[in-house]
């Protein structure tokens, strides 16, 4: 049971229950969509990026309570950040539940972000926990309009 | 001359199953996951194996390791009878007319596909009909979607109830003069509903189409005779029957069988080669191309011979008992609604709770040891017609005991204490 309170931490069973940033974004000027077609978990990240940096970000869709979490989570921690903090961001909290990031050095950087630490224990959730992140890298780079962790 | 009192105590306990005695067979089954019992629900993906079978596959490549119908030496003619030994028993444990109408393949999957690629290219035109239901797996759906898009063909589907049944009313009035084949599932794997085959069977012969079943969830649930359903293919997983992966069956009428091109080319299908002309072996070779999973076939084997020494009324009692006592069990469960509620069903219950999501379910419930599947079961259709984007399945077998079920109702009250 302990991995498993390590994995529903308060903060993240809070963010499922009532996610921040829930709303589409009518003057967006990003937004794309992220798939885990395995498990029907479904994003959409809307951004509003001005001079690289992240002015406003929310999104919309269902899945998981990881997913959900990660996601609301997610926009709290990018918004005003540039585009390289976020992606540096992204880079750090994907160490982090893949359990490979270096001692606690980065732990402060991560903020919130570190109640998904238990989700390295979950190899399978390891998809749930960064789906939102990889939908939010497709809308910077903005090559895609649907991204998939399949 | 026994009593009457002792003839209905012991026919009684002949039909009580000795569920501690049958899980000794299964050394699986005797582990801890994350500090807890294993609990295994997770049937209707995959069966576990009795010892037996991992003794015979164990035996063979130990002792008679060998190619089939090739040598003259003494193990290849130990393993060749071992393999066609195993043929006999699948044909006496569906009761197949001939010997030769069961036809070894990798599975479930690979027989539709088989049946799809060779005997509906001949079968299905343009302008032409497939019938199939609304339960089905992917597996039988998508060699479907494929044969009818090559052949200019429409794939029509039979509506499910809001109980998950496949009504036959609505299936006869589908079958038309355009209707060229009917794929129909014996069982659902996401919901278990049981179709009711031999009707449909009967309804598509009499306006001539043949049927194939697909019977990966039936047949380890139910005694199936491929005669007395009158089914024109039937076919099955060896995995899904106590049985190792990999391997799997495919029944066929001999004289379709026998009018069908091959599926795929190469050695042991073949009588003789010559670069103007091959000449076809016979069947069931005809349909098995290449060095077969003769472990795989000699594990199958032993895997009937088990199922043969069970009391199969034995069986039925207590999988019919088990689905009941998780039924009731479940539904007192504030928030959770069963997915699929036939009148007749087998082995499975699929189920939501509340907003809380399958897969968040399935983590916790592993955290006590109790394996569940969790998604949309390869059956994403089924999921669309109840608008969930996955559910819960726990699937029973006869291993599984009502004291396991008390711990999948005490795991799901503690997914609820996770999230208030």
């Known amino acids: 049971m302990s991995e498993l309170r390590a994995l529903y931490q308060e903060v993240i069973l809070d963010h499922n229950k009532n996610p921040r940033n829930y709303r589409a974004m009518e003057d967006a000027n990003r937004s794309v969509e992220g798939d885990n077609p395995l498990c029907g978990d479904h994003y959409t990240v809307y951004l509003k990026l001005t001079n690289d940096r992240i002015e406003d970000v929310s999104f919309t869709g269902s899945g998981c309570a990881i997913s959900k979490a990660s996601a609301s989570l997610m926009t709290s921690a990018v918004k005003g950040k540039s585009k390289e903090e976020a992606e540096q961001l992204f880079e750090t909290f994907h160490q982090l539940v893949t359990g490979e990031l270096d001692g606690f050095d980065n732990i402060e950087e991560l903020g919130k972000l570190a109640a998904f630490s238990g989700v390295s224990e979950f190899p399978t959730r390891v998809k749930c926990a960064s789906l939102a992140w990889h939908t939010l890298k497709g809308a910077l780079t903005s090559t895609a309009t649907i991204v998939s962790t399949e | ?420």
Not at chain 2, 1 to 29: C, G, N, Q, Y
Not at chain 2, 40 to 61: E, G, H
């Open chain 2, 1 to 420: 001359m026994s009593t009457p009192s002792a003839t209905i105590v012991s026919s009684a306990a002949a039909k009580t199953l000795d569920v501690e005695r049958i899980r000794e067979d299964f050394p699986i089954l005797h582990q801890r996951v994350k500090g807890k019992p294993l609990v295994y629900l997770d049937n209707a993906a995959t069966s576990q194996k009795p010892q037996r079978v991992l003794d015979a596959i164990m035996r063979y490549y130990r002792e008679d390791n060998s190619n089939v119908h090739r040598g003259v030496h003494t193990l290849s003619e130990r393993a060749t009878h071992a393999y066609e030994n195993a043929r006999k028993k699948v044909q006496r444990f569906i009761n197949a007319g001939d010997v030769s109408e069961v036809v070894f393949t990798r599975g479930t999957t690979e027989g539709i596909n088989l049946v799809a690629s060779s005997f509906g290219r001949m079968q299905v035109g343009a302008g032409d009909e497939v019938l199939i239901t609304g339960i089905e797996h992917h597996s039988n759906i998508v060699p479907w979607q494929l044969l009818c898009q090559e052949r200019g063909a429409r794939l029509r589907v039979v509506r499910i109830t809001d109980d998950g049944e496949a009504p036959l009313a609505e299936f006869e009035t589908l079958l038309n003069a355009r209707t060229k084949l009917v794929a129909i599932s014996h069982i659902s794997n996401a919901l278990g509903t049981i179709n009711p085959v031999r009707e449909m069977i009967a309804a598509a012969h009499a306006r001539g189409i043949p049927v194939l079943v697909d019977g990966a969830q039936a047949i380890p649930h139910v005694r199936v005779d491929v005669q007395a359903l009158n089914a024109d293919f039937y076919v099955f997983s060896s995995h899904k029957v106590f049985g190792p992966t990999g391997i799997g069956v495919l029944y066929g009428k001999q004289s379709l069988l026998d009018a069908m091109p091959p599926y795929q080319g190469g050695g042991d299908m073949i009588k003789s080669v010559a670069f103007e002309r091959t000449i076809f072996n016979d069947l069931p070779y005809k349909f098995e191309a290449g060095t077969p999973n003769i472990a795989g076939v000699i594990g199958l084997g032993e895997a009937i011979d088990y199922l043969n020494a069970l009391d199969w009324s034995a069986v039925e009692n207590h999988e019919h008992a088990l689905l009941e006592y998780a039924t009731q069990k479940l539904k007192q469960v504030d928030g959770l609604r069963i997915i699929g509620t036939a009148r007749e069903k087998a082995g499975v219950i699929s189920f939501v709770l509340g907003d809380i999501h399958p897969h968040d379910i399935g983590t916790i419930l592993d955290g006590e040891g109790i394996a569940v599947r969790t998604g949309h079961h390869c059956a994403q259709p089924v999921m669309i017609r109840f608008g969930v984007p996955a559910t819960t399945r726990a699937s029973f077998a006869f291993y599984n005991t009502m004291q396991e079920v008390d711990a999948l109702v005490s795991g799901i009250h503690n997914v609820l204490k996770v999230f208030h």
